[in-house]
């Protein structure tokens, strides 16, 4: 399966070659997306520009469908740029016994390394730390036999092994001599995951789907009893007008019930939000050659390498405030730092962290209980004539939740559909990547980089590293590390607006990049270059410059307050004022 050839109309953006069509393909792009939405009827409008939303997407066009997708914000503004970044088949769920959500699990995760994405999605070695010999041992050991087992014959990952404690101590230098007996070693896998959910956006642009974000659904149109359309309002212009669709997803996550009381379903979906936090600490602070699963008296806790820095995670807390700003309390980071530094040598600090990120797991179920004994599993249903609504499930598995949606829409139209084809369907950047490092090493713009910059591009672009140098070929200054940000190139930003679908500086700051947590100044000093990087593409003046970098700055402030708060409510209370730019349209 190749690359399927690039739409020229799409908002998500596939490349045009040449320098002197920044502004004009931009914007131009837009309007035409805008026009299109306005004028056509769809077979399929997806709501929601999450992993879900953008995987349904790409399932309804590579059948064939005609569809749009609609996202308020940005391509993985929500949850799924804030999630653990792990593709697995979930061990815990073992203790509960959901073997069907773990099989599935680790078939998609095969998937996903093997065929969909493997420059995003890459294994990773886990180490289980042992507390008591014989116990942990026979009880982890058989889960962990279960869960190679699971994975079948030809799993993409090597299995699990037994370690003695001498070992992990000498592969692991950061544990306590006392904070284990021995361990077990097994792999799973991680995903940049905004990055992969813009990609989804990008391979359905290419497939003819029309992904548009800073689109808000202000109402719902009707036809009879039968859901037909959507009232929604461009949030960068302010223009007001319908979208209509023989058929609608919901794939909005933990706004699925908000949405169903907008289209008026009368018994809604109950989604309960549960938040997950997690830190960001420099690599330093940790020696050790694997990803670590701790048990905690609710659920796991990881550690993770992320690059120059390691993630820490997460809690499963209800979250009752805003969406679209969850947020830390200090006694979120102080549980985190009191766990991970039951098993360290040198225990990490406040000072340590450079930054922090919350996300909202989606939850289909009851009100009542506590989050970490919800089950997984997703939901798919109609929840009106013309409206399907998928929400819970896992990261891993967004692809089975995005073909059980599109499979229930196919009964809301009045012809017949292919069967999905997305399990043979690679991501753009995941074709020819066997000969991409040669290609980014040949180019002329690759002579002044290092192995590690090249590889950052590799694992970040894939085959399609070169089209981020061509950027270069006429203004060479892109091909130099971003002040404040050094592990990215300027053309990383530059190509995040032309091509990528990024409207404002958060977007490349905290999604195209992760900038926003991985430097200890969270994107403060990069942020004045990422504007000017972007104005030449957007149409931007010096006050807009300005605005974008303004606001950014609140956003830091408005967070660092937040996570000094000692309750969701003060803590919620003192981020919320600062929403994104484009909201200030509502």
Sequence with gaps: MTDPSPAPHVEAGAPDRGPDHGQATTQESRRRTLGRLADETFDVLVIGGGVTGCGVALDAASRGLTVALVEKRDFAAGTSSRSSKLIHGGLRYLERMDIGLVREALRERRLLLETIAPHLVHATPFLFPLRRPAWDRLVMGSGLFMYDALAGAHSAVPRHRHLTR????????????????????????????????????????????????AIDVADFLHDGDRVCGIRVRDLESGDDFDVRARAIVNATGVWT?????????????????????????????IDSAYALILPTEKSVLFVLPWGEEWIVGTTDTDWRFGLDHPSATRGDIQYLLDHVNAILKHPLTFNDINGVYVGL???????????????????????????????????????????????MVTRELPFAVDASRTADIPLLGATGLAGAGYRLGIHPRARGLGPDQL???????????????????????????LEGAEEYLSAEVRYAA?????????????????????????????????ARLMAPVLGWDQNAVDREIVHYRQRLDAESAAQSMLDDARSDSARSPVRDLRLSAL
């Design 257 to 285: 019930t908000e949405v169903e009381r907008l289209a008026g379903v009368r018994d809604p979906l109950v989604v309960r939000p549960s938040k997950g936090v997690h830190l960001v600490v420099p690599k330093a602070c």
């Design 498 to 530: 032309l091509h990528e679908g990024a409207l404002h500086i958060d977007d490349v700051l905290t999604r195209r990049t992760h900038i926003a947590f991985e430097v200890p100044d969270r994107g403060e000093r990069a942020a004045g270059r990422v």
């Design 361 to 407: 797991r989606p939850l289909v179920g009851s009100a009542a209980g506590d989050t970490t004994k919800m089950s997984r599993e997703h939901a798919v249903r109609r929840s009106a004539p013309g409206l399907v609504s998928v929400a819970g499930g896992k990261y891993t598995t967004y692809r089975p939740m995005a073909q059980d949606a599109v499979d």
């Design 166 to 213: 001498a070992s992990c101590l000498r592969d692991v230098p950061s544990l306590r001599a006392d904070a284990l007996c021995g361990g077990i070693r097994y792999y799973d896998a991680q995903v940049d995951d905004a990055r992969f959910a813009v990609m989804l956006a990008c391979t359905a642009s290419a497939y003819g789907a029309v992904c548009a974000p």
């Design 455 to 481: 590889q950052h591009l590799l694992r970040r672009y894939g085959a399609r590293a070169t089209s981020v140098l061509d950027l270069a070929n006429d203004e060479p200054r892109l091909a130099e590390p």
